[in-house]
């Protein structure tokens, strides 16, 4: 495996450089995108990793993953009233498809979805951001992992569009909480921050039926694990997740600090990290060298 690592590290180098930092607030677009770290998780807990695979780096919507998790754990098949599983074909953070889909979002990974499940999540805990904080501290057995907050008010200053988002699902019916109090909670769930390791191990519960080896407890059982893997596939890289199964086959989710997970289901969780995004917002050297590992041993689910 390491060697494996090593020649995918040898790949993807002459290829920083290419893709665009996130740019939207000045607290991401300061990141040296010359950064690549890889870590793979297998299902007894080894890593295996290269690169910045310990540097931190801003999870961003890596962490509608785990608030989907918690929404499942606290709603179970209700949660679905509020959002869809369908995927959006639309930028990451589109408002047209809810003004004619009654503010339902079409999937919980796209902003307005992941906002709705912040919203769902705020009616059941007073902090959620530090509930979530909390799960991954303990899923991934590492309790250095903190929320930075500079990251977290520079998103809130530059809040406009996700807050049209959460008016409008409002104006539908399809949001319970102060907009304002959801939104700080979501930015700040989004600001965490974690390295390649503590994240392929944070998630490796979704390749292994659910049972997080890090906490000795079962997450999930195996048909919500399923369930979330199949979300993942079809909705975890927005309107690049057909192109995303094509080249990887791997469920995935990617933020726009860089970061890409990708579970083998049954065997292995995988972080990929570089700052530098291509059009659709994701990782463009993350889904070249998942795309080359996956290509390499025939880790495709399909
Ligand atoms: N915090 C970002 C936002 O809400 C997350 C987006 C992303 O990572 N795709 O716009």
């Not at 690169?51 to 179970?76: R, T």
């Not at 407890?217 to 094509?246: C, I, P, R």
């Not at 579970?263 to 995988?270: D, L, N, Q, T």
């Amino acid at each position: 495996m390491q060697t494996l690592l090593n020649d995918i590290y040898t790949e993807v180098l002459p290829m920083l450089g290419q893709g665009k930092v996130a740019n939207y607030i000045p607290a991401l677009a300061c990141v040296d995108p010359n950064q690549f770290g890889i870590a793979i998780c297998d299902n007894r807990g080894e890593i295996t990793k290269i690169g910045d695979a310990d540097q931190e780096f801003s999870i961003q919507s890596i962490s509608k993953v785990f608030s989907l998790i918690i929404a499942i754990n606290n709603y179970g098949p209700e949660l679905w009233n509020r959002v869809g599983r369908e995927p959006s074909g639309l930028p990451f953070n589109s408002l047209v498809q809810l003004e004619y889909e009654n503010g339902i979002p079409r999937n919980p990974f796209i902003n307005a979805g992941a906002l709705v499940v912040s919203d769902m999540n705020q009616s059941r805990f007073a902090s959620p951001h530090l509930g979530m904080r909390d799960f991954v501290r303990r899923v991934s057995g590492h309790e250095d992992i903190f929320i930075d907050r500079e990251v977290a008010e520079s998103e809130y200053a530059h809040r406009s569009r996700n807050a049209a988002m959460a008016y409008l699902m409002k104006s539908f019916g399809n949001f319970e909480n102060e907009v304002d109090d959801v939104l700080h909670n979501y930015f700040s769930a989004c600001a965490l921050r974690m390295s390649c390791v503590n994240m392929a191990k944070a998630t490796n519960f979704l390749a292994n039926r659910g049972y997080s080896l890090f906490s000795n407890e079962k997450v999930l059982s195996q048909d919500e694990t399923s369930q979330v893997n199949a979300l993942l596939a079809t909705s975890g890289l927005y309107d690049e997740a057909g192109s995303f199964a094509f080249r990887v086959g791997l469920p995935g989710k990617s933020g726009v600090g860089g970061g890409i997970i990708a579970i083998v289901p049954g065997r292995f969780s995988i972080c990929v990290w570089s700052p530098a995004l291509n059009k659709m917002g994701n990782s463009l050297v993350g889904v070249a060298a998942l795309e080359s590992l996956t290509n390499r041993i025939g880790w495709s689910v399909y």
